[in-house]
């Protein structure tokens, strides 16, 4: 079975804290993404990698900055967080670029205080 | 830019009334995806229709994609409480990235036993 997993499945921050939300898939994807998941708003793209040390912006970018030092591994970091960065933080791979199914971690619920 | 929208945002039935939610893309799409999430967890994919006109079953669930590739549908026969949960559908960004899938806002389904 093919498993993405993100280190922490809630987590508690202060306001203007750096943020580190790691996630892990097991299955050698080239493509990586950090998506925020709010009420009403679906999913919006935050970054996403296809190749080590490689990135590109989503649609929401500002805030973040993202790290993929190893292939199996892609963190998003928050340099400094605020309240309006409360949310779900979902991660997802993708085989390819021929663009096949998306598997998604099990999400990070984010609280910032 | 390049959008997905999918209707309705809601929808509430009773258990054994019938679900159906749309998709619709700004542009042409080379193939379209459909995601479950229950309820506390994370989106789960379902399917993948490639060619015009395709129609896919699953179980209960039906799956459509528009002649002209821009649309496409979800119908659910007889819902069951087991089908709660935010359905989305996605397509693949035509800009030329790598691998990105444009999703939908999603439709959250409530049924009532």
């Known amino acids: 079975d093919v498993k993405v997993t993100q280190s922490s499945r809630y987590l508690v921050k202060r306001t203007g804290e750096k943020v580190f939300l790691e996630c892990v898939q097991d299955m050698d994807h080239e493509n990586m993404f950090w998506y925020r998941q709010d009420p009403g708003l679906g999913l919006r793209l935050i970054y996403f990698?296809?190749?080590?040390?490689?990135?590109e912006k989503g649609d929401i970018p500002e805030g973040y900055s993202v790290s993929r030092e190893k292939k199996e591994r892609f963190s998003l970091i928050l340099e400094s967080a605020s309240t309006n960065q409360t949310s779900m933080y979902l991660c997802a791979s993708t085989t390819d670029r021929t663009n096949t199914e998306a598997f998604f971690g099990q999400g990070t619920r984010l609280t910032v205080v | 830019g390049q959008q997905v929208m999918q209707i309705p945002q809601y929808q509430h039935v009773q258990e054994g009334e019938d679900f159906t939610t749309y998709c619709n893309s700004s542009t042409t799409l080379s193939n379209i995806q459909w995601y479950k999430q229950r309820p506390g967890g994370h989106p789960v994919f379902l399917i993948q229709?490639?060619?015009?006109?395709e129609v896919k079953k699953q179980k209960r669930l039906t799956f459509q994609f528009g002649e002209a590739k821009k649309n496409s549908s979800l119908h659910i026969t007889a819902t069951q409480t087991t089908d709660v949960g935010t359905y989305f559908c996605?397509?693949?960004?035509?800009?030329?990235?790598?691998?990105?899938?444009?999703f939908g806002k999603g439709t959250k389904l409530s049924v009532k036993p």
């Open positions: 229709l490639v060619k015009s006109g």
């Open positions: 990698s296809y190749d080590v040390k490689m990135k």
């Open positions: 996605a397509g693949p960004e035509d800009r030329g990235s790598q691998g990105n899938l444009i």
